[in-house]
């Protein structure tokens, strides 16, 4: 089931996996199952484990009672996420066989955060804490801010500028909220308050690239990949950025708005802009500009493919 139709009830007994990458929704789902314990019995009765390295680390908690008659949750998390593989050896997949079966009748076993067995997970009950797709997202926001409303074009733009991010969107819609005064929310809000999400990955790129992090650049150069944005697009995202940093690095006496008017952006643009600039000489700023427009071209003409032109840029200014 999704998180977003799950509750907690009297009957939410046996064990749980929380999948998905959306933080609101795991931390919603395991409120869901701390609300299954009342406040005074909480110190006994609800148990935490993060990170557990083995099963058996769990079995004296899945198999207590509850003092008070009530249930045992479980809430545990980071299991399987070494990358060594453990999580599905014949060995620990035995081992979440004999826990499971040994799982406590009045107890609720939450494991998150962590890599199981395919054998384990299939015997567990899935809560999907993914993200929403967009028209779901928007229904659920609308009620989420009533009796304020949140008009269409403001809903788009939130749900578009954060990636359908539940998480970031619960934070933004605590300064949209102060922001508008009680007042509905609107799309002028959110231009004014909300970046865009594939904006601050460029800057989060462009600084990795400038400090010359090559893991932390590779590992946003997937992300990129993996939510589908081609290869041209993300050339014109580095042109457009360092271009920019350019401009701030040849204007450094001009204010914040000035500079934000001139380039069309906004002022917190300028600000990020800024910090990266400055991890650059204007002569290098010069040539990375260069660069990236000469491979650009190059991909146009034909000369290479746009992935390699964009790959081979992206090695260049990490080993400048």
Do not use: C, H, P
């Given at each position: 089931m999704k998180a977003v139709d799950f509750k907690a009830?009297?009957?939410?007994?046996?064990?749980?996996?929380l999948t998905g990458d959306d933080g609101y929704w795991r931390d919603k789902a395991l409120g869901?199952?701390?609300?299954?314990?009342p406040e005074y019995a909480r110190d006994l009765d609800l148990k935490s484990a993060y990170p557990f390295r083995s099963p058996e680390d769990l079995e004296e908690a899945v198999t207590s009672f509850s003092p008070f008659g009530g249930k045992v949750v479980v809430l545990a998390g980071g299991y399987g996420t070494s990358g060594?593989?453990?999580?599905?050896?014949?060995?620990?997949?035995a081992a979440w066989a004999k826990l499971l079966d040994e799982l406590g009748e009045g107890a609720a076993l939450v494991v998150y955060d962590s890599k199981l067995p395919q054998q384990a997970a299939k015997r567990m009950t899935e809560i999907d804490c993914s993200r929403l797709d967009a028209q779901t997202l928007k229904t659920y926001i609308s009620a989420l801010v009533k009796p304020r409303k949140i008009d269409f074009r403001a809903l788009n733009m939130l749900v578009e500028y954060t990636n359908r991010d539940m998480a970031r969107i619960a934070n933004e819609l605590a300064k949209l909220e102060a922001y508008c005064k009680g007042g509905d929310i609107t799309a002028e809000a959110v231009d004014a308050l909300v970046a865009d999400t594939q904006e601050n990955a460029v800057y989060e790129f462009s600084g990795a690239l400038a400090e010359r992090n090559r893991a932390r650049a590779t590992e946003l150069m997937s992300r990129f990949i993996a939510d589908g944005v081609p290869y041209p697009v993300l050339l014109s995202?580095?042109?457009n950025q360092y271009r920019r940093l350019l401009h701030c690095s040849l204007s450094p006496k001009a204010s914040d708005a000035e500079l934000a008017e001139a380039l069309g952006?906004?002022?917190y643009a300028v600000r990020r802009s800024r910090e990266s600039a400055r991890k650059y000489s204007q002569s290098a700023l010069k040539k990375i500009l260069t660069l990236l427009v000469n491979a650009e071209y190059s991909f146009k003409s034909g000369e290479m493919s746009d992935a390699t032109a964009f790959r081979t840029a992206v090695a260049e200014i990490t080993a400048m």
């Open positions: 009830t009297e009957e939410t007994v046996g064990a749980f996996y869901e199952f701390r609300s299954l314990v060594k593989g453990e999580g599905e050896s014949k060995a620990a997949a995202l580095l042109i952006i906004k002022e």
